[in-house]
């Protein structure tokens, strides 16, 4: 079945510091390919997306390409913030599957400090 | 529109109670989809509807859950005779599906603890 695995956290940077979150899939077919980002009390935001091979999903200064030969949606950041500090999920959604339903990742939770 | 909401935002009920959550979507959105997020993991997919039609059921949604969408509007998630393994945030999101992959909005969730 579809599948997502993250990197474990927490990954804890300096502010300033580059950020990579690894995210790899299991999926029939091409998925479409989705960062949600989830603050301290609060439900998922969508982050970014990519919805076809070499796509590249950017926001907020976040950036996720897309790699079908790898079959990797890598999340990087080139100088993360303090109020980056949250939890980063990876998701996928099968053009396969007609309800749409996300399938997530784990989660990587991100510290960033001052 | 204030994006989807749920209520309540908390709630703590004895083990063998019966708890029901709502969540209002945003109001043009067709799809509607409940999730489960437990301690440390992602969210788990548990139920969606399309309209007011529940088109799909989790595995993980057992006997004692139940959802409804009257009218295509709100839904509800019952879940009755609570268990202390039930003790987790119940997400609810909504989508405007027409073709191909749409963006899903979530809520803030409702934390359930069975104690």
């Known amino acids: 079945g579809n599948s997502v695995t993250q990197m474990e956290g927490p990954v804890t940077l300096s502010e300033e510091a580059f950020l990579t979150i690894n995210c790899t899939y299991t999926a029939t077919g091409y998925p479409s390919l989705f960062w949600y980002v989830q603050y301290p009390g609060e439900g998922l935001q969508l982050l970014l997306k990519?919805?076809?091979?070499?796509d590249k999903g950017s926001n907020k200064g976040f950036e996720a390409t897309y790699r079908k030969e790898t079959t990797s949606f890598h999340l990087e950041k080139g100088s993360v913030q303090v109020s980056d500090s949250a939890v980063y999920f990876c998701a996928l959604t099968s053009w396969m599957d007609s309800s749409y339903k996300l399938i997530f990742g784990s989660g990587t939770r991100l510290l960033v400090r001052p | 529109d204030t994006g989807v909401s749920q209520d309540p935002r908390h709630k703590i009920t004895k083990r063998g109670q019966n708890v029901t959550f709502r969540c209002d979507p945003i109001s043009e959105h067709n799809r509607l989809y409940w999730y489960r997020q437990t301690l440390g993991q992602g969210p788990e997919f548990l139920t969606y509807f399309q309209n007011e039609a529940q088109l799909e059921k989790s595995r993980l949604l057992s006997d004692r859950f139940s959802a409804e969408r009257p009218k295509g509007s709100f839904s509800t998630l019952e879940i009755q005779r609570t268990e202390q393994g039930d003790s987790a945030m119940y997400l609810c999101?909504?989508?405007?599906?027409?073709?191909?992959?749409?963006?899903?909005?979530f809520g803030q969730g409702t934390r359930l603890t069975v104690v």
């Open positions: 990519a919805t076809k091979a070499d």
């Open positions: 999101a909504s989508s405007l599906a027409l073709s191909g992959t749409t963006e899903a909005f």
